[in-house]
Every structure is written in C-alpha cells, then in structure tokens.
C-alpha cells in the first residue's frame, strides 16, 4: 500500500542529544597483525547470481575464513577516506585480540609464544595509532585474556595489558576507553583460558576495573561487551527465529559480570542484523527477500530496547554503545557490499537515536564484506556514502515524531548539522513495489539515495549521480537539489530531507 508522509516541523518535540562520534567503526586486531577472517564472496554471490552453500561443519573454521596480511593504516586513501567520515571512536578488538600477544620488545620472531594465536609488533601498534591521531579519532581497545595470559583459576595479571596502555599513552594516543574482553559470554569460541567460566570472568572483570581506575583513571571502563544473551533474532521470521544452534555454549550478562564490584562508565554490547550465509547453519539467518521486512528492520530497536533494562540496572544514567555492529554476523551477507544494506544501516542509526545516546561502531571500517570500505583497495562502498551523508546532515538533536514508523515510511528527524535553524528528515522507503509521497512543508533540499541498478548494485547514486571517487580520490560531490511540494521516494530508497 501506497504511503502518504506530510512533514510538519511544528509538531517535533526535542528527545535527546546524539553523541558527535555516534557513527564509529571496528579496525579489527586481525586486521593490525594480519590473520584469519571471513573469505569473500564470489562476484556471483555479491550479485545473487550464485547461492552461498550451506556450512554445516562448524569445526573446520577453514571452511568460512581465510589467512588476510595486515592492512596498510599509512595508506593515504584509508586515512582520507577515515578523515571525511568525522571525528570517531575506532575500536581494535574481536575474537583475534583475546589471543594476542604484545611483542614490543621483538623477541618473538614473529612466532606467538605458548598459549597465544598471534603476535602484534610495535610498528604495527604505532602504525595504527597514527591512524587514529591522523583521523582525530579516540581509541577503544579489549585485552588479550588467554592460555597464555593465565589460568582460569589464577587471578587475571596486567603486565601484558600495561605494556599496550603505557606504550600507547607514552606514544601520545592514549587509550580512552577499553572492554575486557570480546564477546566473552561465547566462551568455547573467544580463546580464553581452558575451563574458563562466567564466575572466574566476573572476578577478573573486576579486578580490570580496578586496575584501570588506578593506573589509568582517565580511561572509560566498557563492557560487558556482550553479544547474543536476549532475544537478539526472535522477531519471527521463518529460518531466522531462535538464538544459536545446540553446542554454543552462552552465558548471560548478569551471570558475566557476578555481584559487579567495580562500576562501568559505558554499557555495550555487539548487534548483529542476524547470521550471514557462512553461518546460516547456526540458525538466525535472514533471507535477502525479507531485508525491507518490518521484522528485519526492527531488530536493532529491538535489541537496543532489551539491554536498555540491563544499562539502567549496571551503568544507570549512562551512554550504551554497541562496540560491533553490521548486517550480519560471520562477515556479513553476500548483499552487505551492495546498496540493499544501506536502508537497515541508516534505520540502525535513526532508530539507535530515537532509543537512547551512545555509539555504534560499524564492523568493520575496511575488511569483510561488510566493511565500509573494500579490503585491500579501501574502496568505498554505498554504506560508506550514507554514514557520511548522515555525519554530514544530521544533527546532534533528536526529535519524536507524532506518527510511528511502518511499512514505506520509516521517518527520522534531527536537527541541521550545518547549525542553522531548522531540520534533517530521513525516510526510508521499505516497500519492495510502492511510491512513497513525502509533503513539504515550504522549499527543501533533497538527497536521494538508491542503487544505480537495483537494490544490490555496488554502486549507490545521490540525486541520480554515481557515489565514485574521482581522480586523485577526489570526494563526489554531495550536494542536494532545491524541491517544492511533494517529493516521490521511490520503492527501496532513501532520501534526506533539509528543511
């Protein structure tokens, strides 16, 4: 059915301020030291052409990920294109830093000691935060919690966790903020030390806290980084219902953090849009038909919603961030490079707003499928272009709307970055067949967001012009178009509306 939208800037009331840093994204440990990730997808794949087979065998992870070099974070591309998105917070963790090793000393060979996976070298450490000093960004880092760290009956030590916060505070990029430790309520798969349990996580979570208060106060203390523990894909789809398949061992968050002694300043946890193909056996994964469903839409609000009970009971009155989030978990979809994702990311972050201030740090910045930009060329892909359109737009006042979002009118209203007065509205047309009509109230400036060929081209056009970077990596022109009357938001788009 058809929808009608009549925008009247009269009846906005003001709910909150945004964090200026709310679009953040992932440089995973993997990606600083070289490792394994998720292989990438066929060019068939990417287009739909060829079906992704079924995994069923979850203990060869050689079946779903692949050896990557490190990337280059001196690239000048990466840094520009990283500069362009704003001020951000960049966030080194994931499953590889629970088992890395800090050699800053160069006495390992390059060959992890017993216990770890993997080594990160002090170049490679001090190349990244000339990344982060050069794109104005603040740094979030977990620890290394392994086999070769400790037992799981011996207290957690900080020598190796010293060695990275000295270095990097001594180097001029300090830490700002850190979680313990990624995703630890998936023990069996996080690395962490043998018969390691929720209790011994709940002692040693406490004992960083303190630590951190006393060596590096100045630090924010994150956590319990989470991922999973409520009723993260349960909105009711066929094939996409349900949690994780039977042997994933998870524990609860409360269970995770015990009877929490040492406060938090910043609640997270990790929201994925469902299981891509690679991990489809899993259960929880979407089908590409349903990606402009309500029920697919709405997960982030639904996760978001969930743990703001859990906020308010361990860091009441506190920011929530979600220190990993994209598409889909496992590397994303096979659409995650293409504009048929770029609709649920601008809904993440309108709707993340309209719930509560925080951060949400898309996985990954260049690395995956779904990272904003591709891996190895930094290329960047439709979902780059929509952050930046939104750090460009919106600003950090988020209004209520009188009317709630539905099937081809997902509507979200802040106020203009450029600080002038009035407002930034984004709707979001998620009919697969139906003309959205958009009322203005007055002149307007209009962006139009789409796929050039379809929902899963690779290309995204503004206002019908191709999303490319020029010679020299010259940044396309985003700019909009003067409008009048009614604006026609065609099936599967996305349009900014500056009033």
Same mark, same amino acid.
């Given at each position: 059915?058809?929808?009608?939208?009549?925008?009247?800037?009269?009846?906005?009331?003001?709910?909150?301020?945004?964090?200026?840093?709310?679009?953040?994204?992932?440089?995973?440990?993997?990606?600083?030291?070289?490792?394994?990730?998720?292989k990438a997808y066929t060019e068939a794949q990417v287009d739909g052409t060829e079906?992704?087979?079924?995994?069923?065998?979850?203990?060869?992870?050689?079946?779903?990920?692949?050896?990557?070099?490190?990337?280059?974070?001196?690239?000048?591309?990466?840094?520009?294109?990283?500069?362009?998105?704003?001020?951000?917070?960049?966030?080194?963790?994931?499953?590889?830093?629970?088992?890395?090793?800090?050699?800053?000393?160069?006495?390992?060979?390059?060959?992890?000691?017993?216990?770890?996976?993997?080594?990160?070298?002090?170049?490679?450490?001090?190349?990244?935060?000339?990344?982060?000093?050069?794109?104005?960004?603040?740094?979030?880092?977990?620890?290394?919690?392994?086999?070769?760290?400790?037992?799981?009956?011996?207290?957690?030590?900080?020598?190796?966790? $010293?060695?990275?916060?000295?270095? &990097?505070?001594?180097?001029?990029?300090?830490?700002?903020?850190?979680?313990?430790?990624? *995703?630890?309520?998936?023990?069996?798969?996080? %690395?962490?030390?043998?018969?390691?349990?929720?209790?011994?996580?709940?002692?040693?979570?406490?004992?960083?806290?303190?630590?951190?208060?006393?060596?590096?106060?100045?630090?924010?203390?994150?956590?319990?980084?989470?991922?999973?523990?409520? $009723?993260?894909? %349960?909105?009711?789809?066929?094939?996409?219902?349900?949690?994780?398949?039977?042997?994933?061992?998870?524990?609860?968050? *409360?269970?995770?953090?015990?009877?929490?002694? &040492?406060?938090?300043?910043?609640?997270?946890? #990790?929201?994925?849009?469902?299981?891509? *193909?690679?991990?489809?056996?899993?259960?929880?994964?979407?089908?590409?038909?349903?990606?402009? $469903?309500?029920?697919?839409? %709405?997960?982030?609000?639904?996760?978001?919603?969930?743990?703001?009970?859990?906020?308010?009971?361990?860091?009441?009155?506190?920011?929530?961030?979600?220190?990993?989030?994209?598409?889909?978990?496992?590397?994303?979809?096979?659409?995650?490079?293409?504009?048929?994702?770029?609709?649920?990311?601008?809904?993440?972050? %309108?709707?993340?707003?309209?719930?509560?201030?925080?951060?949400?740090? #898309?996985n990954t910045l260049a690395s995956s499928d779904y990272g904003y930009l591709k #891996?190895?060329?930094? *290329?960047?892909?439709?979902?780059?272009?929509?952050?930046?359109?939104?750090?460009?737009?919106?600003?950090?006042?988020?209004?209520?709307?009188?009317?709630?979002?539905?099937?081809?009118?997902?509507?979200?209203?802040?106020?203009?970055?450029?600080?002038? $007065?009035?407002?930034?509205?984004?709707?979001?047309?998620?009919?697969?067949?139906?003309?959205?009509?958009?009322?203005?109230?007055?002149?307007?400036?209009?962006?139009?967001?789409?796929?050039?060929?379809?929902?899963?081209?690779?290309?995204?056009?503004?206002?019908?012009?191709?999303l490319v970077l020029g010679e020299g990596d010259a940044m396309p022109a985003l700019?909009?178009?003067?409008?009048?009357?009614?604006?026609?938001?065609?099936?599967?788009?996305?349009?900014?509306?500056?009033?």
């Amino acid at each position: 059915m058809a929808k009608f939208v009549k925008l009247m800037p009269s009846e906005l009331k003001p709910l909150r301020e945004v964090d200026e840093r709310l679009v953040s994204y992932n440089i995973e440990m993997t990606e600083v030291t070289g490792g394994t990730f998720w292989k990438a997808y066929t060019e068939a794949q990417v287009d739909g052409t060829e079906e992704f087979p079924v995994i069923q065998d979850w203990s060869n992870m050689g079946n779903l990920q692949q050896w990557y070099n490190p990337i280059d974070t001196t690239n000048p591309r990466l840094i520009k294109l990283a500069r362009e998105l704003g001020v951000a917070w960049i966030r080194v963790s994931g499953t590889w830093a629970n088992k890395t090793y800090y050699d800053f000393e160069g006495k390992c060979g390059g060959k992890a000691p017993e216990g770890f996976q993997n080594v990160l070298t002090k170049e490679q450490w001090l190349n990244l935060l000339d990344f982060v000093r050069a794109v104005d960004g603040k740094l979030l880092v977990s620890i290394a919690n392994c086999p070769g760290i400790h037992a799981a009956d011996e207290p957690m030590p900080f020598e190796q966790a $010293d060695l990275l916060f000295r270095t &990097s505070k001594e180097y001029g990029v300090p830490i700002s903020a850190a979680e313990f430790t990624n *995703e630890p309520n998936l023990i069996a798969l996080s %690395g962490l030390p043998k018969g390691y349990t929720a209790r011994d996580h709940a002692r040693d979570h406490d004992l960083f806290g303190v630590w951190l208060r006393e060596n590096y106060p100045e630090c924010l203390f994150v956590g319990p980084c989470t991922v999973g523990d409520i $009723d993260m894909f %349960g909105m009711g789809n066929d094939g996409a219902g349900g949690g994780m398949a039977a042997g994933f061992q998870m524990v609860t968050t *409360e269970e995770l953090l015990g009877e929490y002694k &040492s406060p938090m300043d910043v609640f997270s946890y #990790h929201y994925y849009n469902g299981v891509s *193909e690679r991990g489809a056996a899993m259960g929880g994964h979407w089908p590409y038909a349903a990606i402009l $469903d309500e029920r697919y839409l %709405g997960i982030a609000g639904h996760c978001a919603r969930q743990y703001v009970a859990k906020r308010d009971r361990y860091v009441p009155g506190g920011q929530m961030w979600v220190t990993e989030s994209g598409d889909a978990g496992c590397g994303g979809n096979t659409w995650a490079s293409t504009y048929a994702d770029v609709p649920r990311t601008l809904n993440e972050l %309108g709707e993340f707003s309209t719930i509560t201030s925080g951060v949400i740090f #898309h996985n990954t910045l260049a690395s995956s499928d779904y990272g904003y930009l591709k #891996h190895g060329t930094f *290329e960047p892909r439709p979902n780059y272009f929509a952050v930046l359109l939104w750090n460009r737009l919106m600003g950090k006042v988020c209004y209520a709307l009188p009317e709630q979002n539905s099937e081809g009118a997902h509507v979200y209203c802040h106020s203009r970055k450029d600080g002038k $007065d009035g407002f930034v509205y984004l709707v979001i047309n998620n009919s697969w067949t139906e003309t959205t009509t958009v009322e203005l109230d007055g002149e307007a400036e209009l962006y139009a967001l789409c796929g050039k060929n379809g929902m899963r081209s690779r290309i995204m056009t503004l206002n019908g012009n191709d999303l490319v970077l020029g010679e020299g990596d010259a940044m396309p022109a985003l700019t909009g178009v003067k409008v009048t009357g009614k604006v026609e938001v065609a099936p599967g788009s996305c349009v900014f509306i500056v009033v």
